[in-house]
């Protein structure tokens, strides 16, 4: 079945960087373009960057943009997130997401805190 687990989340302070990764199983991975959303406490989720499944093409949302950056492996079905100068309000729990033809996949999320 599809699974989709993320990493490398943690405590930075503003200013630091972190790389998030999302490990995918159990479909043709590099068939699918794949995305990456964040949940604020309190806030609805919301999209944070997309990228083809060639990798030939990103997009990003205008608050990340110019300081995320997002990156696949295929040959690892993996798909990173660099996250530089970081801020308070990045702060949230970080989910990859791939979209099929029905359903959407979600993985379980890793928490980016920013805080000093």
């Known amino acids: 079945q599809v699974q989709l687990v993320e990493s490398g989340g943690g405590l930075v302070q503003p200013g630091g960087s972190l790389r998030l990764s999302c490990a995918a199983s159990?479909?043709?991975?590099?068939?699918?373009?794949m995305r990456w959303y964040r949940q604020a406490p309190g806030k609805e989720r919301e999209f944070v960057a997309f990228?083809?499944?060639?990798?030939?093409?990103?997009n990003y949302a205008d608050s990340v943009k110019g300081r995320f950056t997002i990156s696949r492996d295929n040959s690892k079905n993996t798909v990173y997130l660099q996250m530089n100068s970081l801020k308070p309000e990045d702060t949230a729990v970080y989910y990859c997401?791939?979209?099929?033809?029905?359903?959407?996949?979600w993985g379980q999320g890793t928490q980016v805190t920013v805080s000093s």
């Open positions: 159990g479909f043709t991975f590099y068939d699918y373009p």
């Open positions: 990228i083809t499944n060639t990798g030939g093409r990103t």
């Open positions: 997401k791939v979209q099929m033809i029905v359903y959407a996949y």
